[in-house]
């Protein structure tokens, strides 16, 4: 069935350091690809999508290219910010429902 | 407005209690799932609805049952509570189920932490 595989963590980096959140997919077919993020407290908010190859996601600085010869969807950020603290989950949705990575918690200190 | 509102957003009781979760959308979608996250944040789906009929029932316990009286509400009612059924419950929703509703994000609400004693 489809999966998702995302870099274990806890990350944690420096103000204005660059970050890198590795994801990787398994499925069958052409998903739609999707980062989410909770904060500490609270539900989990879209970040960014992408619906087909190649497509780059992008918001609030966030950026992800969904890459189908690698089968990856990789989110990166140029310069954090400690707001960006919170748990980043990459997803797939092909044929069912949302299929969630693990979560990956960064800890952004100042 | 808030799009997914769940209720109560703390929920603590003894063991063999039963409790209900309310979930409510004003997104006009039509699917409604639930969702149950771990101490570790791994997230898992529980169950799905479109247009009130069930679609995902995963393998989840018969102690736990939800409910669709229409296409805005799904609720979780769970019996007999135990220690393993503490985690976080969020209510998610969408537009359609799969195919040409791929691209389609869900949106959730904020979560009902349910705390066994």
């Known amino acids: 069935g489809d999966s998702v595989t995302q870099m274990e963590g806890p990350v944690t980096l420096s103000e204005e350091a660059f970050l890198t959140i590795n994801c990787t997919y398994t499925?069958?077919?052409?998903?739609?690809l999707f980062w989410y993020v909770q904060y500490p407290g609270e539900g989990l908010q879209l970040l960014l999508k992408a619906t087909k190859a190649d497509d780059k996601g992008s918001n609030k600085g966030f950026e992800a290219t969904y890459r189908k010869e690698t089968t990856s969807f990789h989110l990166e950020k140029g310069s954090v910010q400690v707001s960006d603290s919170a748990v980043y989950f990459c997803?797939?949705?092909?044929?069912?429902?949302?299929?969630f990575g693990k979560g990956t918690r960064l800890s952004v200190i100042a | 407005d808030t799009a997914v509102s769940q209720t109560p957003k703390y929920l603590v009781t003894q063991m063999g209690n039963d409790k209900s979760i309310k979930c409510e959308q004003n997104l006009g979608h039509d699917t409604m799932y639930w969702y149950k996250q771990d101490s570790k944040k791994f997230l898992k789906i529980m169950f799905s609805y479109n247009n009130k009929e069930l679609i995902i029932n995963e393998t989840v316990p018969n102690r736990f049952s939800p409910k669709s009286p229409d296409k805005a509400h799904l609720n979780l009612h769970i019996n007999s509570l135990e220690l393993g059924d503490s985690a976080v419950y969020f209510c998610?929703?969408?537009?359609?189920?799969?195919?040409?509703?791929?691209?389609?994000?869900?949106?959730f609400g904020d979560g009902t932490r349910l705390s066994i004693l």
């Open positions: 998610a929703s969408s537009q359609g189920v799969t195919g040409t509703y791929s691209n389609q994000p869900q949106h």
């Open positions: 499925a069958t077919g052409y998903p739609s």
């Open positions: 997803a797939l949705r092909g044929n069912t429902p949302l299929v």
